[in-house]
């Protein structure tokens, strides 16, 4: 079973960034000397790139022959756009921030334009990329010199070029934002093209005023689920910012690869974006001596979606960085010879701060100097369709860039596979069971995903959520939009519902609605429908304020848990008549310089425990106070805090491998395939010494034995088994899981990974017993596990030796989830330890007391009680706490005989509850 914390991962890799950030826009920026330096190099050979000319705030230079260029008597910027051009290569545009008589150092990548295709400018064409759906048409007798306007005829040099975002974000170029109504807004793409038109005397062509044309881009984006329509919008290498400029609509080729398709009146660079909702995130830089990191430019970019953004860290080195909602953020920030490790943010509805120690620059983390080896952070995964319709496996990787890309078929090359994303085309019956892997390589070192099993279906699949639309807030005459993305067998049809009742119209994947006051409070939720069924969305809800209002508070600011000497970051978000302000306040009184939609505490005590922080926020409207949100100081170094979690949740190993044979039974008792857990490896199973039912047939109920012998048998998230386990069982009601395992365990090894994401494995021996009850009242599904190990079970980790061996006591699991059209939502989360204890490295450890988190209608953390004591030969050592942050930890006295670990962690706010689990359902 997976550790109860989420405490995310800080991952031992990064890379070397193009600086193309985003800040604020400039405000008077005072005058000064200042300079920006750097490397230009190609985006695919990572070699230097000589005469690219680099010009920022009214000068201008050349590139040396090593692509190093200097840009010298600078006015200071808080945003400094600096372009960068080369021949052959898309212009890119990096950001930076440059306080007078300071001096920026940057590294810019440059795309390098695809082949060429002449034509004469009378006659037009239509640019294609070959290999891709990337498509531009050029009309007869359109073109005009981009910088005269006048007519342009005879031979024409053109290209056409794929971005793929997906791939790797930097190869957008400048930031991933906007502007709308004046406010920088980030965007999320799903695609982009380059488009390069010239003369013969190499002059840049443009599309003659009121011209149409129509682009393909080729679809490429990290969610799984791409929107039927989006925005198009296209880049100003002025500004550096994105403009949206019409709309492009998802089409599916002949051959089954899926691309947007638009009308465009100019070239550029062309992007199909959705604006995203985005919260903010706080952290710190450090140099290699601990010192602060000032002027270091930090970016993300997205995990589960194909976006990117960016920060500047001030004088004390830190940084506020606006990152998606609900979804996964890779963080780390880079100089041209010094970079950080990634950390992996999963944020939700809230920001806050990055807990823990700052990001580190370091001079070299890996084989190569100045480059860090690639690291899988999303796995591809498990995938089901239909035969004949297509199948996507996707990765996601980070490291130094250039990446490449090698994807396996059952250990076998595939072909021309050199990106992340691999679409599996025109499926059959022969396709079922395949397992794909791909390797990523730099230049630093190469490294395999894990394995992901293609199921391929006789029949029709029916349609599921997986991205409910979200709540919006907008001002009456504005914009507001949801987006949903499901799966299943296509042709997938959509209808948007507002308050229950459908929508003239409105029948694709996204919905766009200009807000009225009559629209504030409407639920909005969308039907998807196929030839087998249909299900349902959410409902999100629309806040519409006028714009002559008092401000709206949509994002409240949520509880934190911090450390002593640590920092708690809280954060707010509203709308309303601008301008906005803001007053923090603690504990009713207002905070002096605490004036902005965040504000941080640094170098927490432990007399900030309990303290309650809200915000004023007010226009000429009037003002509104937010809710309160509650610090709760943890006590102990993280490493302690991490240590003493460790010593907690050890018993789930345990629950492991006593249910590890359950695997291969589903929920209504039915036998699974082998190779449904086992993606790699295998495993043996016996019921009462003999054969099991067939696939898809029920074990009988009552009291029986079902063995399993797993060897190195593989799964989903680096997840293994290896041994023996034998469950006793007594089911009596299979529906509601009601019944006792009594398990006896040999030589079983669990590997997973750990909370910093590295690979452990611990080997079980023993028995334990296990008793299971729960009821389904309407919606209401309520589960009771007691894990009751027997005496002398034995844990060791595998890599250090170190065995746990438990004495006495239980824990049970109390949990309580409300069923949905889209899966089960956490309502409660318990665990209750009785005087659970167990030997390691001759120190006795008992736990007793509770835990318990509640969680509000949209699934979120809203509170937490209770608290476990843990003592250590029968001192007390530790208390943890639930809070409505997380899990707060008092270490007491420090875990005996611990040794800080090496690894970094990195979180937002604290440890918070698991989510309820989508594999290994036990019981």
């Not at 969305?537 to 629309?542: D, G, I």
């Not at 452990?760 to 017993?769: D, F, I, K, L, P």
Request: overall charge negative; some cysteine; aromatic content about 6%.
């Amino acid at each position: 079973m997976k550790s109860i914390t989420t405490w995310l991962v800080a991952l031992a890799s990064a890379f070397v960034l193009v600086a193309c950030g985003d800040g604020e826009d400039d405000k008077n920026p005072p005058a000064g000397g200042a300079s920006v330096s750097g490397l230009v190099v190609d985006m695919d050979t990572d070699a230097p790139i000589a005469n690219a000319r680099i010009s920022a705030g009214g000068r201008s230079t050349q590139s040396q022959a090593d692509g190093r260029f200097a840009l010298t008597g600078l006015a200071a910027s808080e945003r400094l756009p600096v372009q960068v051009e080369a021949t052959g290569h898309g212009n890119n545009v990096a950001i930076v921030k440059l306080p007078a008589n300071s001096a920026a150092t940057i590294r810019v990548r440059l795309l390098k334009l695809a082949p060429t295709l002449v034509f004469n400018a009378e006659v037009g064409a239509t640019l294609i990329l070959p290999g891709s759906t990337a498509q531009a048409q050029v009309p007869a007798n359109s073109l005009v010199d981009a910088l005269t306007g006048a007519p342009v005829s005879g031979p024409v040099t053109a290209s056409v070029t794929n971005v793929d975002p997906a791939r790797d974000p930097e190869r957008m170029p400048g930031g991933y934002t906007t502007l709308q109504n004046g406010n920088v807004r980030a965007i999320e793409s799903f695609g982009a093209i380059k488009v390069d038109l010239r003369d013969a005397n190499g002059r840049r062509l443009q599309l003659a005023p009121n011209t149409d044309a129509r682009i393909r881009i080729p679809l490429s984006t990290r969610s799984p689920n791409p929107p039927a329509e989006v925005p198009l919008f296209h880049f100003d290498e002025a500004t550096g910012r994105w403009t949206k400029e019409g709309v492009a609509m998802l089409r599916t080729a002949p051959n089954g690869e899926r691309y947007y398709q638009g009308e465009v009146t100019h070239y550029s660079y062309w992007n199909a974006d959705i604006e995203s909702e985005t919260v903010e995130v706080e952290g710190c830089v450090q140099n290699p001596d601990g010192s602060p990191a000032s002027g270091v430019i930090v970016s993300g970019s997205g995990g589960d979606y194909s976006g990117r953004t960016s920060a500047i860290t001030n004088n004390e080195g830190r940084f506020t960085m606006s990152v998606r909602k609900n979804a996964i953020t890779n963080i780390w920030a880079a100089t041209d010879t010094r970079v950080t490790a990634i950390t992996e943010l999963t944020v939700g509805e809230n920001g806050g701060g990055i807990a823990g120690e700052c990001l580190r620059l370091e001079a070299s983390t890996s084989p190569v100097p100045g480059r860090l080896s690639p690291r899988i952070m999303q796995n591809p995964r498990n995938t089901t369709v239909e035969a004949g319709q297509p199948a996507l496996m996707q990765a996601v990787a980070e490291g130094t860039q250039p990446i490449t890309y090698s994807w396996s078929r059952n250990g076998q090359p595939i072909a021309n596979s050199n990106t992340p994303a691999l679409w599996v085309f025109n499926t059959s019956p022969a396709d079922d069971g395949a397992l794909f892997t791909v390797t990523a390589t730099n230049a630093a070192g190469t490294i395999t995903s894990a394995a992901a099993r293609l199921n391929v279906s006789g029949s029709a699949i029916a349609p599921s959520i997986s991205t409910q639309p979200l709540s919006a807030t907008a001002v009456a005459g504005e914009a507001a939009s949801f987006a949903v993305a499901a799966q299943g067998s296509g042709p997938l049809a959509y209808q948007w519902l507002r308050n229950g009742a459908p929508i003239a119209g409105a029948t694709q994947a996204a919905y766009q609605v200009i807000a009225t006051q009559g629209d504030n409070a409407a639920l909005f939720s969308v039907m998807v429908s196929n030839s087998v069924g249909s299900v349902t969305s959410q409902a999100a809800t629309l806040t519409v304020v006028s714009p002559q209002s008092a401000p709206v508070i949509t994002t409240h600011p949520a509880s934190v848990v911090a450390t002593v000497g640590g920092s708690a970051s809280f954060a707010v978000a509203a709308t309303g008549s601008g301008p906005i302000s803001y007053q923090w306040q603690r504990n009713g009184n207002n905070i002096p310089a605490a004036i902005e939609a965040s504000y941080t505490l640094n170098g927490v005590s432990a007399a900030d425990n309990g303290a309650q922080f809200r915000v004023v926020v007010s226009n000429n409207q009037g003002s509104v106070v937010s809710g309160s949100a509650m610090l709760t100081v943890s006590t102990g170094t993280e490493d302690q805090q991490a240590q003493v979690l460790r010593l907690m949740s050890l018993w789930g190993d345990g629950l492991t491998a006593a249910g590890a044979p359950l695997q291969f039974v589903e929920d209504d008792f039915r036998v699974k395939a082998i190779n449904e857990i086992c993606l790699g490896g295998n495993a043996t199973l016996t019921l009462d010494g003999g054969a099991v039912p067939a696939v898809g047939q029920s074990l009988p109920l009552g009291q029986h034995t079902l063995a399993a012998q797993f060897a190195a048998c593989t799964g989903d998230f680096g997840i293994g088994y290896d041994g023996s386990s034998s469950v006793a069982y007594d089911f009596t009601d299979p529906a509601h899981r009601v019944g006792t395992v009594q398990s006896t365990i040999t030589n079983f090894v669990n590997s997973d990974v750990d909370d910093n994401g590295d690979p452990v494995s611990t080997r079980v021996n023993g028995a334990a017993r296990v008793e299971a009850d729960g009821s389904l009242n309407g919606d209401i599904d309520t589960q009771r596990l007691r894990f009751i190990p027997t005496a002398g079970l034995l844990l060791t980790d595998v890599a250090s030796g170190n065995a746990s061996t438990f004495n006495s006591g239980n824990v049970l699991l109390h949990t309580v989830n409300v069923n949905t059209a889209t899966g089960p939502r956490p309502q409660l989360s318990r665990q209750e330890y009785a005087q659970l204890s167990f030997t390691r490295g001759g120190v006795t450890y008992v736990s007793d007391g509770f835990v318990q988190f509640d969680f509000d209608e949209q699934g979120r953390l809203s509170s937490g009680s209770g608290v476990v004591e843990i003592t250590a030969n029968g001192q007390l050592m530790a208390r943890v706490r639930a809070t409505a942050g997380g899990f707060a930890v008092e270490v007491v006295t420090p875990p005996p005989g611990f040794t800080a670990s090496a690894i970094k962690r990195a979180r937002i706010g604290a440890a918070r509850p698991a989510a309820p689990a989508k594999t290994r359902h036990f019981f």
